[in-house]
């Protein structure tokens, strides 16, 4: 089983859906989680944290689940500029935190 | 405040030479990762530097593969000898310290592509 598992897509939305992603890890002892937002071509960059009684920002909304050891993120009212990849971020005792693979968001019009 | 950078942003080579990718990360960072992503792929971790201690290098896929930081600030990636599997975009980040149990958000570079023949 690998360390951290997505779904990788691409999940194809239309403008104001909303859409959901989960987040798989392996490692019970992981400490922090985050979601990191990917544009095509571009650098990976921090979306939010991921907090153990999950939390929310704006349109994000991001849970955690210890039980069944994954993370989540939601996004409503989905824009045509949230069409990105998001990479899920799990960090454990080690100072090298393990990168997902990535799930694929399109949004049409 | 500038971010992290890298060069070149792209690169094209012939299979057999060698390849110098450099990174500047922010000034005050003393973590410094490298990791390389390929087409449609996660990020994988090559290699990690923190302050003045030893690197981790458990990310390195061979022995081609070398990396350096000067002065605890710029670093360079050498790949000897390229292959055409090398292709790929390596990208650099820089965070604080991240030995703590706490995670310091990483800032990624925009990344070097490297294209061998």
């Known amino acids: 089983r690998k360390e951290v598992e997505q779904d990788p897509g691409p999940f194809n939305v239309p403008e104001g859906a909303t859409v959901a992603f989960n987040c798989t890890y392996s490692?019970?002892?992981?400490?922090?989680f985050f979601w990191y937002r990917q544009d095509c071509r571009k650098e990976p960059k921090l979306l939010m944290s991921?907090?153990?009684s999950g939390n929310e920002d704006g349109r994000f909304t991001a849970q955690l689940n210890r039980a069944s050891q994954y993370i989540s993120l939601l996004i409503r009212d989905s824009k045509l500029s949230d069409s990105a990849t998001y990479l899920c971020?799990?960090?454990?005792?080690?100072?090298?935190?393990?990168f997902g693979r990535g799930t694929s968001l399109i949004v049409h019009p | 405040g500038a971010g992290v950078s890298q060069s070149p942003s792209n690169k094209v080579t012939e299979k057999g030479k060698d390849v110098e990718l450099r990174c500047d990360p922010i000034?005050?960072?003393?973590?410094l990762y490298w990791y390389r992503q390929s087409l449609g792929q996660g990020l994988e971790f090559l290699i990690y530097?923190?302050?003045?201690?030893?690197?981790?290098k458990s990310g390195l896929p061979s022995d081609r593969f070398s990396a350096e930081r000067t002065g605890g600030s710029v670093s360079t990636l050498t790949i000897q000898r390229t292959q055409q599997e090398d292709s790929a975009v390596y990208l650099c980040?820089?965070?604080?310290?991240?030995?703590?149990?706490?995670?310091?958000?990483?800032?990624f570079g925009p990344g070097t592509r490297l294209t061998v023949l």
């Open positions: 980040a820089s965070s604080l310290d991240n030995r703590m149990s706490s995670y310091n958000e990483q800032f």
């Open positions: 490692n019970s002892a992981s400490q922090s």
């Open positions: 991921v907090y153990s």
């Open positions: 971020v799990v960090k454990g005792g080690s100072y090298i935190p393990t």
């Open positions: 000034s005050g960072h003393t973590a």
């Open positions: 530097f923190q302050g003045n201690s030893a690197p981790d």
